[in-house]
């Protein structure tokens, strides 16, 4: 009796959350409109209250591997207390079908092209019914150096918001209004707009208001407690800072809502996650009759560290180049040498075995995680299902990211293993991507990016992979499964870039 119990309650309490948190998403863009705007090829939501008039316009940029979703507690905020907010797709992002191009180290290379595609979003929304020529920008991480060369160099942008920071373009003058917000964890970020206030004063400090927003002069850094470089952007102080900035600029009322989204979207991600734990003990009458093989330790330890070196020291001489997106190419091969690598020692001692059940349950996991937990990513969090021409990198970056999870899988024995040896494989997962970068800081750069998405992966995903291989003893099923689910993920999420 209690076995069936608790999957029942699970599930059951698992979609309550999820739909009380779908329920107070919506809430929050309660009475707005939002409209799709196409500026050429680049994709833009158009959000404002229905009776907006004589209204300033904020154009909202997102960073590297971003989308508009990502923005939409800003564009929410600013539309309830008056604003009409654009927010757009960047070239190579999320719906945008233009690739990035360019020399991405030199400012008159991609970051040329991005401000040039800034400029045509802000010609199109100045346009917009209700608009009244005043104009803000907001940006985060790369795009913050955008919005502030734009700003500095056009005369209708009267404030600008830069999230996560990092511009070398900032003097003590320009531009006009700034306001720096960062996440208390982002260390480096936050000693980066302190230096940056201190052009202006050299005893400034945090939360302090330097000049006069009304009057042009103004600037002002703060951090956002408790959070980083992705938190930032759900951070309630970040939210309340920026409203109450526009509004000093453009003397507007202070007492408008704020979207508070941050917890109700964690809250929808564990509860969408909690429903494969239940529906994997639907898997149970598939259950391998016996569990995976564990490895001596010496033969734990082969496994793990030497792909966790040689990976990167193997591809390191090559250039590589196959893909049109950055940095993705390097991640499919070094994913896939990495997995192989490791599935040759397991090979070697046996651990590996033939399973045709675990190659068809790995099928309808890949469509859970791609399908329901994708699915719920798309509206709310970041755009997941551009499909077009990223179909093709999807398949590379799954080729690689199969064997990488499968062994994986095999590893941590379908969730059986110690603790201990799974942060183990995991953690050398990691770090085997961060040798690859110090090797080559300069090609590699955009890797430190995506470390955080592929951490939060083994998190979530991880402890997915375990219900499903305690519920099956099948490491091949949570392992190709997730592969093809970790392909998909980063294939829709990787820039296109023109090569």
């Known amino acids: ?10 599930l059951i309490v698992s979609l ?136 500095i160099a056009d005369s209708r942008v009267d404030a600008t918001v830069a999230v996560s920071m990092f511009s070398t373009a900032v003097t003590a003058q320009t531009p006009a209004n700034l306001l720096v917000i960062n996440g208390a964890w982002e260390t480096a970020l936050a000693a980066e707009a302190l230096r940056v206030l201190r052009l202006t004063d050299p005893d400034a400090t945090f939360d302090q208001t330097l000049g006069d927003p009304a009057a042009g002069t103004g600037r002002r850094a703060v951090l956002a407690p408790s959070v980083e470089h ?24 202070q007492d408008t809502p704020v979207a508070a989204r941050g917890g109700w979207i964690a809250l929808l991600i564990v509860s969408v996650t909690a429903l494969a734990w239940p529906l994997a003990r639907l898997a149970r009458p598939l259950r391998a009759a016996t569990p995976p093989v564990r490895l001596p330790r010496g033969a734990f330890w082969a496994a793990t560290l030497v792909p966790t070196i040689l990976t990167p020291l193997i591809l390191y001489p090559f250039e590589i180049g196959f893909l049109p997106v950055l940095v993705a190419d390097y991640l499919a091969l070094h994913f896939a040498l990495f997995g192989g690598i490791g599935l040759l020692f397991l090979g070697r001692a046996g651990a ?27 509206i709310y969090v970041a755009s997941f299902f551009a499909i077009g021409a990223r179909i093709w990198i999807v398949l590379a970056i799954a080729a690689g990211a199969v064997p990488f999870m499968l062994a994986d899988a095999y590893l941590t024995e379908a969730g059986h293993a110690p603790l201990w040896r799974v ?77």
């Open 16 to 151: 309550a959350l999820a739909g009380l948190s779908i329920i107070r998403l919506e809430q929050a863009g309660a009475g707005l409109v939002t409209s799709d705007l196409a500026v050429g090829e680049t994709p833009v939501t158009v959000v404002s209250r229905p009776d907006v008039t004589d209204a300033p316009v904020v154009v909202i940029a997102h960073g590297f591997a971003g989308s508009r979703q990502l923005m939409i507690g800003f564009a929410q905020t600013l539309a309830q207390a008056g604003y009409i907010v654009a927010s757009y797709d960047l070239e190579g992002h999320g719906r945008n079908p233009v690739p990035m191009s360019g020399d991405v180290a030199s400012v008159d290379g991609t970051t040329r092209l991005l401000v040039a595609e800034l400029g045509r979003v802000i010609d199109a929304s100045l346009g917009l019914r209700g608009a009244n020529g005043q104009l803000a920008l907001l940006g985060h991480s790369m795009a913050s150096d955008i919005i502030l060369r734009q700003a």
């Open 230 to 253: 992705v938190g930032v952007l759900y951070a309630p102080t970040s939210m309340v800072e920026t409203r109450n900035w526009l509004n000093a600029v453009f003397a507007r009322p």
């Open 423 to 499: 942060l183990a494989v995991r953690a050398n997962a990691l770090v085997s991507l961060g040798i690859a970068t110090a090797l080559d800081i300069e090609g590699l750069f955009f890797l430190l990016l995506i470390l955080p998405i592929i951490l939060l992966f083994f998190v979530l995903f991880g402890t997915l992979g375990g219900w499903i291989g305690r519920a099956t003893q099948r490491p091949v099923a949570a392992g190709v499964g997730l592969g093809v689910f970790l392909g998909w993920a980063l294939g829709m999420t990787f820039p296109l870039f023109a090569v």
């Open 1 to 10: 009796m209690g076995n069936r119990f608790w999957p029942w309650l699970v």
């Open 352 to 378: 590996l075995r033939w399973d045709t059940t675990g190659l068809l349950l790995a099928l309808p996991i890949a469509v859970f995680c791609i399908g329901i937990f994708g699915g719920m990513l798309d």
